[in-house]
């Protein structure tokens, strides 16, 4: 059996979902914020800043989810 590259775990595991929903976020507040404001660039920044959130949120929660997983395994 062969390891998964970075790519396949992602694919698998869902990995990646926390931080997508960070940008989605991220961005709609940007928006909000370039409406309210009448200047614009907001959006960017905040799809960037939700997204390096959600990013950091994963990486803290992956060593719980691998425990997790280790003890319980997966479900078929």
Do not use: Y
């Not at 660039?41 to 719980?64: R, V």
């Amino acid at each position: 059996m062969r390891e998964l590259n970075s790519v396949e775990v992602n694919a698998v595991s869902g990995a990646g979902f926390i931080a997508d929903i960070g940008a989605v976020l991220g961005e709609g507040i940007g928006k909000f914020i370039d409406a309210a404001t009448g200047k614009t660039g907001n959006a960017t920044a905040g799809l960037n800043a939700g997204q390096h959130i959600g990013e950091t949120i994963e990486k803290a929660l992956s060593p719980i989810c691998s425990i997790w997983a280790s003890i319980f395994g997966t479900r078929k």
